[in-house]
């Protein structure tokens, strides 16, 4: 949706033959939008991706563990390594190749602007959302800026009719709490986490759970920790295609279909009972569902931890990987609970497992209810605290000398967006960036400060050399 309100503006009577010739020869170039630059970037790397698939040796295609690339009467066996050598031999196919699926981007793009130019079916009246707004009369605007503050994580699931009313409702009643967070709304529900004072928090799950679609919430829906706005850098409302983005329509895998719902005390039991057999593969899986990084400073004892960068790789994990859930009793988990509504509709859509259950409420319910239990470690939180903390466990280690360490702090390279385990001491001596080539861009970057060149975030190594879809073993 995002998209198509934009496309008539950006789109619509762009000059293409004013970007690329037929023949893929440069002319000048208009000047191209934030928007035009963000898919011109898409382009160019789908162009690479596809220019280095191109070049993978033929007998490896059949099976054969040991990936190859053949390119110029050389073989390559280091993905890093065939990315070095096109970049630097093949630029200008890759130019001609980005140009031309670029060119065939923005036509199909400019198509989709003219038809949603066309004449609309009348809207009914608008929505007095004015209604849904607490009234703060009786309390003070030092109270919903001053004073202890807290964060919230909640999800709902439900019919919304109509996700904008919903999306400016809840940009509306956050900006007068003075909450800052993220709030996603589609038709399939709502996910929020926003920061703010106590008093601010109390109202809010008050109005929540005064709106006609979300009043079956109950307050335990709701988790609750110490942080506040100051946890997050802005206010962030929109409207999506999911409430948790798995890559997979709704449509088409609803969270109607999840797991059964496990108490933490039920949940806790079942690990108990599963630790206490000492062989958890034989017939019981204890599955997280969370991505790599999170996994690796907090996580329950002898789970299984896919090495996934992004939670829309999950689906594809599970499809390389149905052997492993084949007749096994599953028992999983996430940080609140809404990937898991997803993630076991997936599974179960398979038919593959014997049983599918789900931790309500996620890792965050079950620490306040055992700090102590089988989870131990930090809890990753997406906001700019990284982690909380219920226990005193490290489990995690700094990636520069190995000593124990679990305090996320982003990659100090410009325009690398990867998080790194570094800790005090390495930090001291200069070892901040997320991988040797960072570190080298980061060296290089501060010897050019004064360089005005504009330049593109960019993805490291460390994205490179991590598989979309592991294999386990």
Same mark, same amino acid.
């Not at 066996?77 to 990315?83: D, L, V």
């Not at 923005?106 to 949603?116: F, N, P, R």
């Given at each position: 949706?995002?998209?198509?309100?934009? @496309?008539?503006?950006?789109? %619509?009577?762009?000059?293409? &033959?004013?970007?690329?010739?037929?023949?893929?020869?440069?002319?000048?170039?208009?000047?191209?939008?934030?928007?035009?630059?963000? +898919?011109?970037?898409?382009?160019?790397?789908?162009?690479?991706?596809?220019?280095?698939?191109?070049?993978? &040796?033929?007998?490896?295609?059949?099976?054969?563990?040991?990936?190859?690339?053949?390119?110029?009467?050389?073989?390559?066996?280091?993905?890093?390594?065939?990315?070095?050598?096109?970049?630097?031999?093949?630029?200008?196919?890759?130019?001609?190749? %980005?140009?031309?699926?670029?060119?065939?981007?923005?036509?199909?793009?400019?198509?989709?602007? $003219?038809?949603?130019?066309?004449?609309?079916?009348?809207?009914?009246?608008?929505?007095?959302?004015?209604?849904?707004?607490? &009234?703060?009369? +009786?309390?003070?605007? !030092?109270?919903?800026?001053?004073?202890?503050?807290?964060?919230? @994580?909640?999800?709902?699931?439900?019919? $919304?009719? !109509?996700?904008?009313?919903?999306?400016?409702?809840?940009? !509306? @009643?956050?900006?007068?709490?003075?909450? %800052?967070?993220?709030?996603?709304?589609?038709?399939?529900?709502?996910?929020?986490?926003?920061?703010?004072?106590?008093?601010?928090?109390?109202?809010?799950?008050?109005?929540?759970?005064?709106?006609?679609?979300?009043?079956?919430?109950?307050?335990? !829906?709701?988790?609750?920790? &110490?942080?506040g706005a100051q946890c997050f850098s802005d206010l962030r409302v929109g409207v999506y295609k999911e409430i948790v983005p798995m890559g997979v329509s709704p449509d088409v895998i609803s969270y109607k279909l999840a797991g059964i719902h496990l108490q933490p005390e039920e949940f806790h039991n079942e690990v108990e009972a599963l630790l206490s057999n000492g062989d958890l593969c034989n017939d019981t899986i204890l599955l997280d569902c969370r991505n790599f990084y999170e996994s690796k400073i907090g996580q329950f004892s002898h789970c299984l931890a896919p090495n996934i960068r992004k939670f829309s790789y999950f689906p594809d994990y599970v499809d390389q990987n149905l052997e492993l859930f084949k007749e096994k009793k599953v028992l999983m988990y996430c940080t609140g609970g809404i990937r898991c509504e997803r993630a076991s509709a997936y599974l179960r859509s398979k038919d593959v497992c014997k049983e599918v259950y789900q931790l309500k409420g996620g890792i965050h319910k079950y620490l306040e209810h055992f700090p102590e239990g089988f989870y131990r470690g930090k809890l990753f939180v997406f906001d700019e605290r990284y982690a909380i903390s219920s226990n005193s466990d490290v489990i995690s280690e700094c990636r520069y000398c190995s000593s124990p360490w679990d305090q996320y702090q982003l990659c100090t390279t410009q325009f690398c967006c990867q998080l790194v385990l570094s800790c005090p001491a390495c930090r001291l001596e200069g070892r901040t960036a997320c991988c040797l080539a960072c570190q080298t861009k980061r060296g290089r970057a501060q010897s050019d400060e004064s360089s005005s060149a504009p330049q593109q975030k960019e993805e490291c190594e460390c994205t490179d050399g991590r598989l979309r879809v592991p294999q386990e073993v």
């Open positions: 949706m995002e998209i198509e309100n934009k @496309l008539s503006a950006e789109f %619509t009577g762009f000059d293409l &033959d004013s970007f690329v010739t037929p023949h893929g020869s440069k002319r000048e170039k208009p000047p191209l939008s934030a928007t035009l630059k963000k +898919y011109h970037a898409f382009c160019r790397r789908r162009a690479f991706a596809t220019y280095v698939a191109s070049k993978t &040796d033929g007998c490896c295609k059949e099976g054969n563990p040991m990936l190859a690339w053949c390119c110029c009467g050389q073989t390559f066996r280091e993905s890093s390594s065939i990315h070095k050598h096109v970049a630097k031999s093949h630029a200008s196919e890759i130019q001609h190749l %980005t140009e031309s699926t670029f060119k065939r981007l923005l036509s199909q793009l400019e198509e989709e602007a $003219v038809k949603h130019k066309q004449p609309s079916v009348p809207q009914a009246e608008p929505v007095n959302i004015a209604q849904w707004i607490p &009234d703060t009369s +009786y309390i003070t605007e !030092d109270q919903l800026q001053k004073g202890p503050g807290k964060v919230l @994580l909640y999800y709902c699931y439900c019919e $919304v009719e !109509d996700p904008h009313v919903i999306s400016a409702w809840q940009k !509306d @009643l956050c900006e007068k709490l003075h909450l %800052t967070g993220k709030v996603r709304v589609a038709t399939e529900g709502i996910n929020g986490t926003v920061g703010g004072t106590e008093a601010a928090a109390d109202m809010y799950i008050k109005a929540m759970r005064s709106h006609p679609l979300f009043n079956m919430m109950e307050e335990e !829906d709701f988790k609750m920790s &110490d942080g």
